[in-house]
């Protein structure tokens, strides 16, 4: 089986190769208990002498294992704790965090299942010869056992590779008995004891519920869907934020009716032009969307089936409809609560558990937070690592660099992608006002769409940018595929400063979909058409 692996921290790809698909099956059956034995870490002393650890990382995902393997490059010995509690429907998995999980990783996977399933259709159009292109559909079990193999391989390797860096890893929760002690519950109940000169708080997030009859009961969240032992038919997905238009997107192309509840407006926060490109997009692949409505109870029926009612807020109208499977993509809230912060002294919001960290250290001078945790921050894997690992070279190595959170380019995985990077239109004018703006724009239809006659009207592209001259870029959007690919190259030269004169002379690859940023021409204040001419206009 080729392993080659899609995971997060790119150094243990190698490694992946040659990994075998061992789960962490023990983390599966055993739970925290309380008040059994309580040991102490065997005591081989920190580079000061004095603790048992110069840094111990609270939370194994994305942020605090980067954070670890770079504080013991500069010589720092090293705990991470890692702890999972099952989700309300009982799902558990490995070491690796939310990303590689039940986040980025499995979501990916089940986009490119989704993207795959579309191909197999346009091939015959391409000369393949396909017998029965009627009868083809998903497998959901054969789906997620090669999704779940390939996590479980990336929990393996993550873990032999804490042993390679004699990183300690201790598989339990934990929580401060005093600002430099933190206490472990391991999987058998007993506990264990360690101090720390500096401590990372790395505890990511998990998914919220709305307060409503049924929703813990019966609903799944992401936690739940890309291991969900039956297919999930028929979904209701509340919430249109990432994870909303994500999986509604997946299921939708998987053959899964899916329905949308958006209470607001679809990724509120994004450029709302683009939002709308994808969510039409999505409409016209068979989503239902139910705008301006909020959840008003779940109920499971004698079938086994959930009913499903909802408000509409603009006008007072309830609807109900029955769904095999109800996802709540509402948000998520930080991991602090059993963290027991006060006995440590660090503050966090009472309603969503993040720390306030403006250089990820917070109000306690050796207690640091990255990643999920922090408030304000991107809720990204890239942005977690990135502040880990500059957070343990300042303490560590005395560098001077601080995490830059602004540019940072993000893409949603929806059936048509959007990246972008930098301000939305919105943003650009409430900070600068529409006179000291231009905004560049462009559709245009890929090479490869023509021969399947594929009619996507919403491939689509904008620039942002500065009116004066020499029109610093600002922002960039781009709806289309492999819109991740394409937007990450730009989003570097947005961090040299690019502006408009250096976009438009900058040669294109052709044909390719990332080459329509050097093609860029049409401002909308000249109210010209945006269309494509031709395909080399
Ligand atoms: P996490 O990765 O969540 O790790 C925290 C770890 O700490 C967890 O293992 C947790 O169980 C553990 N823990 C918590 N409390 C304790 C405790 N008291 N003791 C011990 N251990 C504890 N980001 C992207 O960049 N691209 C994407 O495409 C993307 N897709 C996503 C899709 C989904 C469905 C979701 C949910 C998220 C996605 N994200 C994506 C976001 C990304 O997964 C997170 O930003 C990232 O994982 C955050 O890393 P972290 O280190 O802060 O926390
Ligand atoms: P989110 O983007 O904050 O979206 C939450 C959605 O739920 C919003 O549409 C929100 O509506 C709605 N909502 C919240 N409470 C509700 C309620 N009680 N009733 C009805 N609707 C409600 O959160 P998310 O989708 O859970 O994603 C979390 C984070 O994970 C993201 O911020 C992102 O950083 C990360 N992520 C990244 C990727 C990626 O990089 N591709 C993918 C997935 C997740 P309102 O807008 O009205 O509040």
Known sequence: MDLTPLCSFPEDCNRLNRSSTRSDTNARRLKPDSGLRTKTVKRVLSIDG??????????????????????????????????????????????????????????????????LGESIHEAVSYGWQIPDLDSIKINWANLTESVQNHIKSVNWVTRVDLRDKKIEYINGLGEFKDPHTIVATLKNGSKKELTAKHVVLAVGGRPNYPDIPGAIEYCISSDDIFSLGHPPGKTLVVGAGYIGLECAGFLNSLGFPATVLVRSVPLRGFDQQMASMITNEMEQRGVNFEHKTIPLSIEKLESGKLKARWLNTQTQEQKEDVFDTVLMATGRYALTKALNLDVAGVKCLSETGKVIADTEQTNVAHIYAVGDVLEGRPELTPVAIHAGRLLARRIFADSPHQMDYENVATTVFTPLEYGCVGLSEEAAIQRFGTENIEVYHQFYKPTEFFIPQRN????????????????????????????????????????????MEHLMNTVGIHPTVAEEFTRLNITKRSGKDPNPASCCS
């Open 50 to 115: 004095t603790f048992d650890y110069d840094l111990a990382v609270i939370g194994g995902g994305s942020g605090g294992l980067a954070c670890a393997k770079e504080a013991v490059n500069h010589g720092a010995r090293v705990a991470v704790l890692d702890y999972v509690t099952p989700s309300p429907q009982g799902t558990k998995w490995g070491l690796g965090g939310t990303c590689v999980n039940v986040g980025c990783i499995p979501k990916k996977l089940m986009h490119q299942a989704a993207l």
């Open 456 to 499: 996507i009207r919403n491939c689509y592209l904008k620039a942002v940018a500065m009116r004066a001259a020499p029109q610093k870029v600002l922002g960039l959007h781009f709806v289309g595929p492999v819109a991740g690919e394409v937007i990450q190259g730009f989003a570097a030269a947005i961090k040299c400063g690019l502006t």
